[in-house]
């Protein structure tokens, strides 16, 4: 062991330029796992270590369309000291009614906030808000052009901006919102007159716990002891359970696809150690006639590779978790909470263990293939059949393999994920040695062609020494890598403009006072005579048991039952509602006055489980009420109308509180004439423009298609650093023929020639594959992954995928180039 010691760190203090493709695949495999990891660890860590200003108190407790009771009210202040928030949809306009804008508006007692602090921007002429006044949003103040001091009008109250939010301690916790917040205290939201009977709007109780108190002990008692009022309770360790679970699952996807990155590395790894120790022949020849044996020999070169291995891991582990200070910095405001800045070990560990066992496993095959020549061969360059690895060889590679997928799988949030994700990568990369071994032998089968440029473009797929398997593999995992971010991205992009129907709404309309309805639609009307006008009874209220079971009590609910999760928008309806289609059961008749019956969204039926008949439980304003599931629908979402998973039948809910919703369909021109009627003349109607709305999805899914590029980026950069290797192992072999052929009588345009027809050919075959795997992993990453609508552009993807093919082309070619430049003299000295 000394012995191979001293011969590899003498021979690494020459030229280590056969192992750069080694070190460049591992940094940036490592980089990325490491990169991912530390970004999704310091987010997570920041709502972790923040939950309590992030939930505003160490239990909140929720509810819809009420406020708590006095007895509820008692029973939370014995846990701790009280702080109530009220939050709601209004409309904001300037106080002469010529602008208006959508917002989020948000009513605080003198207690908010029990954790972090209310920050007002410099200028602010008191530090909260107090009776007719308010502090809003920074993008509030712009899209109404108004300054501190200047007055706004949300509902039947004109309330004076006092400042702008410069930090809303509990913003990440409140979730998405369709508009900028305006903050006021409880007499201000009083004023406003918008809170009434069927008002949508939702109360919240944040708890600051008594000392000794366990938080999550106190939010299961506290939900117990009110079992039957629709409370939503959360503790601080889950303070925005959508933001986690929506950072933890891209941040398993991203690693996965990081993961990838690195197998994919790997096969350049292998190649890069394959050319290396080609390069390495005449060194390992003179060790076995000194004596060396091809123990020696093995170990010499695995400690070179571990050293060079080690240095690109560490650069990567550097590189890695700089990364959540480089998002920070470049990117900061697009994400949901500012990343804790920090080490992170756990990330940056798994991250070297990956790289370590990806290096050793590709690199063990052709140390192995080293150990096994004789020096008689070393000394040649012909063309002989590599040995086999030894069985141990092969033991070893595979318990290494079975190390990674058992690592990638232990590590993951959803393990069935993680495993499926490996299976098809692992069948990806035997798919591609396979067709290797396919082209190989159909080239050899096939009848000689005439034409002496294609019989020696023929003769390269399959002759002794080809590299055609290691080029199928690098070439097609190159384009598959290429097709699926194409697939991916542009699916993405055109979530909004392939989805969204031709005659979309203008409007929705909310909280429309229903004994005003008439009055409403002449008002509309009278502006836009053509307008569509189309509104349904709405309220809100959770489901609070399926069956016999509580909600609460129900344990890892799958992602697809969110309708379970928090409170719902509910409706009735005498008629089938536009875009539904009965899947399962019948829709009850018009004139229906029975028992109360449910229809729900066939996809949110099928997540938990129930069938038509069975019984669900809801509760609207504390109350419940069963009905049971009369039939499933199929519901298309695209319409842009009010599409409810839980639709009554009438007399259900008629005599509970409750506002109307509407979507209003009119001409552009028309749009700011609607709205500034239903702003002046209807205060308690909130108007949520639809461009506004997808444009903010739009932002996010922009978002979201970024990342995955960026990730999926170096994966394709890893591809091409494959592709090179592959060309680059290929090298010695290119020119002893080139030289051949030259001696032969034949011109550099013409073993050129060749190699462009052996690269177009494989570049069409594995074009034509890519495109097909590609379609079949970007379909999976959209629709199962991302649970969005599959609406890929297949113009720009076949371009891309062409594109990246002419690329192969043209690296082929460069990398023959050196080939094309041997001297026959030092070709043939190896004869």
Same mark, same amino acid.
């Given at each position: 062991?000394?012995?191979?010691?001293?011969?590899?760190?003498?021979?690494? +203090?020459?030229?280590?330029?056969?192992?750069?493709?080694?070190?460049?695949?591992?940094?940036?495999?490592?980089?990325?796992?490491?990169?991912?990891?530390?970004?999704?660890?310091?987010?997570?860590?920041?709502?972790?270590?923040?939950?309590?200003?992030?939930?505003?108190?160490?239990?909140?407790?929720?509810?819809?369309?009420?406020?708590?009771?006095?007895?509820?009210?008692?029973?939370?202040?014995?846990?701790?000291?009280?702080?109530?928030?009220?939050?709601?949809?209004?409309?904001?306009?300037?106080? $002469?009614?010529?602008?208006?804008?959508?917002?989020?508006?948000?009513?605080?007692?003198?207690?908010?906030?029990?954790?972090?602090?209310?920050?007002?921007?410099?200028?602010?002429?008191?530090?909260?808000?107090?009776?007719?006044?308010?502090?809003?949003?920074?993008?509030?103040?712009?899209?109404?052009?108004? =300054?501190?001091?200047?007055?706004?009008?949300?509902? $039947?109250?004109?309330?004076?901006?006092?400042?702008?939010?410069?930090?809303?301690?509990?913003?990440?916790?409140?979730?998405?919102?369709?508009?900028?917040?305006?903050?006021?205290?409880?007499?201000?939201?009083?004023?406003?007159?918008?809170?009434?009977? !069927?008002?949508?709007?939702?109360?919240?109780?944040?708890?600051?716990?008594?000392?000794?108190?366990?938080?999550?002990?106190?939010?299961?008692?506290?939900?117990?002891?009110?079992?039957?009022?629709?409370?939503?309770?959360?503790?601080?360790?889950?303070?925005?359970?959508?933001?986690?679970?929506?950072?933890?699952?891209?941040?398993?996807?991203?690693?996965?696809?990081?993961?990838?990155?690195?197998?994919?590395?790997?096969?350049?790894?292998?190649?890069?150690?394959?050319?290396?120790?080609?390069?390495?022949? *005449?060194?390992?020849?003179?060790?076995?006639?000194?004596?060396?044996?091809?123990?020696?020999?093995?170990?010499?070169?695995?400690?070179?590779?571990?050293?060079?291995?080690?240095?690109?891991?560490?650069?990567?582990?550097?590189?890695?978790?700089?990364?959540?200070?480089?998002?920070?910095?470049?990117?900061?405001?697009?994400?949901?909470?500012?990343? +804790?800045?920090?080490?992170?070990?756990?990330?940056?560990?798994?991250?070297?263990?990956?790289?370590?066992?990806?290096?050793?496993?590709?690199?063990?095959?052709?140390?192995?293939?080293?150990?096994?020549?004789?020096?008689?061969?070393? /000394?040649?360059?012909?063309?002989?059949?590599?040995?086999?690895?030894?069985?141990?060889?092969?033991?070893?590679?595979?318990?290494?393999?079975?190390?990674?997928?058992?690592?990638?799988?232990?590590?993951?949030?959803?393990?069935?994920?993680?495993?499926?994700?490996?299976?098809?990568?692992?069948?990806?990369?035997?798919?591609?040695?396979?067709?290797?071994?396919?082209?190989?032998?159909?080239?050899?089968?096939?009848?000689?062609?005439?034409?002496?440029?294609?019989?020696?473009?023929?003769?390269?797929?399959?002759?002794?020494? &080809?590299?055609?398997?290691?080029?199928?593999?690098?070439?097609?995992?190159?384009?598959?890598?290429?097709?699926?971010?194409?697939?991916?991205?542009?699916?993405?992009?055109?979530?909004?403009?392939?989805?969204?129907?031709?005659?979309?709404?203008? /409007?929705?309309?909310?909280?429309?006072?229903?004994?005003?309805?008439?009055?409403?639609?002449?008002?509309?009307? %009278?502006?836009?005579?053509?307008?569509?006008?189309?509104?349904?009874?709405?309220? +809100?209220?959770?489901?609070?048991?399926?069956?016999?079971?509580?909600?609460?009590?129900?344990?890892?609910?799958?992602?697809?039952?969110? /309708?379970?999760?928090?409170?719902?928008?509910?409706?009735?309806?005498?008629?089938?509602?536009?875009?539904?289609?009965?899947?399962?059961?019948?829709?009850?008749?018009?004139?229906?006055? !029975?028992?109360?019956?449910? *229809?729900?969204?066939?996809?949110? &039926?099928? &997540?938990?489980?129930? =069938?038509?008949? $069975?019984?669900?439980?809801?509760?609207?304003?504390?109350?419940?009420?069963?009905?049971?599931?009369?039939?499933?629908?199929?519901?298309?979402?695209?319409?842009?109308?009010?599409?409810?998973?839980?639709?009554? *039948?009438? !007399?259900?809910?008629?005599?509970?509180?409750?506002?109307?919703?509407?979507?209003?369909?009119?001409?552009?021109?028309?749009?700011?004439?609607? *709205?500034?009627?239903?702003?002046?003349?209807?205060?308690?109607?909130?108007?949520? =423009?639809?461009?506004?709305?997808?444009?903010?999805?739009?932002?996010?899914?922009?978002?979201?298609?970024?990342?995955?590029?960026?990730?999926?980026?170096? %994966?394709?950069?890893?591809?091409?650093?494959?592709?090179?290797?592959?060309?680059?192992?290929?090298? +010695?072999?290119?020119?002893?023929?080139?030289?051949?052929? =030259?001696?032969?009588?034949?011109?550099?345009?013409?073993?050129?020639?060749?190699?462009?027809?052996?690269?177009?050919?494989?570049?069409?075959?594995?074009?034509?594959? %890519?495109?097909?795997?590609?379609?079949?992993?970007?379909?999976?990453?959209?629709?199962?992954?991302?649970?969005? $609508?599959?609406?890929?552009?297949?113009?720009?993807?076949?371009?891309?995928?062409?594109?990246?093919?002419?690329?192969?082309?043209?690296?082929?070619?460069? !990398?023959?180039?050196?080939?094309?430049?041997?001297?026959?003299?030092?070709?043939?000295?190896?004869?």
């Amino acid at each position: 062991m000394k012995q191979a010691l001293a011969l590899a760190l003498r021979d690494l +203090r020459g030229s280590k330029a056969g192992l750069r493709l080694l070190a460049i695949c591992l940094f940036l495999g490592v980089a990325t796992l490491a990169g991912i990891g530390s970004l999704s660890s310091a987010i997570l860590g920041e709502l972790s270590a923040r939950g309590q200003v992030i939930l505003g108190g160490d239990i909140e407790m929720e509810t819809a369309q009420r406020t708590a009771t006095e007895e509820e009210k008692a029973a939370f202040a014995r846990v701790g000291l009280i702080s109530e928030t009220v939050r709601m949809r209004a409309m904001a306009a300037t106080a $002469d009614g010529e602008r208006s804008i959508l917002a989020e508006l948000k009513g605080v007692d003198i207690a908010y906030p029990l954790y972090g602090e209310l920050k007002l921007a410099p200028g602010a002429l008191t530090d909260r808000p107090n009776g007719n006044s308010v502090a809003v949003a920074p993008a509030l103040g712009e899209k109404l052009g108004v =300054k501190i001091g200047d007055n706004v009008r949300i509902g $039947d109250a004109n309330l004076k901006i006092i400042g702008f939010i410069a930090d809303e301690p509990d913003r990440v916790g409140e979730g998405f919102t369709l508009g900028p917040v305006a903050l006021v205290d409880m007499a201000g939201l009083t004023a406003t007159g918008l809170v009434q009977p !069927g008002s949508l709007y939702t109360s919240k109780y944040r708890i600051k716990t008594l000392p000794g108190v366990d938080p999550g002990t106190a939010a299961t008692q506290l939900a117990a002891q009110f079992p039957e009022t629709g409370w939503e309770v959360q503790d601080r360790t889950n303070g925005a359970p959508g933001t986690r679970r929506f950072i933890e699952r891209l941040g398993q996807f991203l690693a996965l696809v990081g993961l990838t990155a690195l197998v994919v590395a790997g096969i350049g790894v292998g190649n890069g150690v394959a050319s290396w120790l080609e390069g390495k022949r *005449s060194s390992i020849a003179t060790l076995k006639v000194l004596g060396a044996s091809s123990a020696t020999i093995f170990r010499t070169y695995l400690i070179q590779i571990i050293v060079v291995a080690a240095f690109a891991t560490v650069l990567g582990l550097a590189v890695g978790a700089l990364v959540p200070w480089l998002i920070a910095t470049l990117a900061g405001d697009a994400l949901p909470v500012s990343p +804790r800045l920090d080490i992170y070990p756990l990330p940056l560990i798994i991250a070297t263990v990956y790289g370590l066992l990806i290096a050793l496993l590709f690199s063990l095959a052709p140390l192995a293939r080293a150990r096994g020549v004789t020096p008689a061969t070393l /000394f040649r360059t012909g063309v002989e059949g590599a040995s086999r690895p030894t069985n141990a060889v092969l033991v070893a590679m595979a318990g290494i393999s079975l190390t990674i997928i058992g690592l990638a799988i232990g590590t993951a949030k959803e393990p069935q994920f993680a495993a499926l994700f490996v299976l098809c990568v692992a069948g990806l990369l035997a798919l591609l040695a396979g067709l290797g071994v396919l082209i190989r032998r159909t080239a050899a089968a096939l009848p000689r062609p005439k034409t002496p440029l294609m019989r020696l473009a023929l003769a390269n797929l399959h002759r002794p020494g &080809a590299q055609t398997s290691r080029l199928v593999v690098a070439l097609g995992l190159g384009l598959t890598l290429f097709a699926t971010l194409a697939f991916t991205q542009t699916s993405l992009a055109g979530q909004i403009e392939r989805t969204i129907p031709k005659r979309a709404p203008s /409007f929705f309309a909310l909280d429309i006072p229903k004994d005003e309805e008439a009055t409403f639609r002449s008002a509309i009307l %009278a502006q836009a005579p053509k307008a569509e006008i189309i509104t349904v009874p709405t309220l +809100r209220g959770p489901v609070v048991a399926i069956r016999d079971q509580r909600v609460s009590e129900m344990k890892n609910l799958p992602p697809e039952a969110w /309708f379970l999760r928090g409170d719902r928008g509910l409706t009735f309806a005498k008629d089938l509602p536009q875009g539904s289609r009965i899947t399962a059961g019948k829709w009850w008749p018009s004139d229906y006055a !029975g028992p109360p019956l449910v *229809s729900i969204d066939e996809r949110a &039926a099928n &997540a938990v489980g129930l =069938k038509v008949g $069975d019984k669900l439980t809801i509760s609207v304003l504390g109350v419940e009420m069963e009905a049971e599931i009369a039939s499933f629908r199929e519901i298309n979402w695209d319409t842009l109308g009010f599409n409810f998973v839980l639709v009554f *039948s009438p !007399g259900s809910l008629d005599a509970a509180p409750y506002t109307l919703a509407a979507t209003i369909a009119a001409d552009e021109a028309k749009e700011a004439s609607i *709205s500034g009627v239903v702003t002046k003349g209807y205060p308690s109607v909130s108007m949520i =423009k639809v461009k506004d709305v997808i444009t903010q999805v739009g932002d996010l899914l922009t978002q979201l298609g970024t990342a995955v590029g960026i990730a999926a980026s170096v %994966a394709v950069l890893a591809g091409i650093a494959v592709l090179v290797g592959a060309i680059a192992a290929s090298r +010695r072999s290119r020119s002893y023929d080139a030289v051949l052929l =030259k001696l032969l009588g034949g011109t550099r345009a013409q073993v050129l020639g060749a190699q462009a027809l052996e690269y177009s050919a494989l570049a069409l075959i594995l074009s034509l594959l %890519a495109l097909a795997i590609g379609a079949a992993s970007g379909w999976v990453v959209v629709t199962q992954v991302f649970d969005l $609508d599959w609406t890929p552009d297949w113009p720009i993807v076949i371009g891309t995928v062409a594109a990246g093919g002419l690329g192969t082309l043209a690296l082929g070619l460069i !990398g023959a180039l050196p080939a094309l430049a041997a001297r026959p003299a030092e070709a043939l000295r190896g004869l």
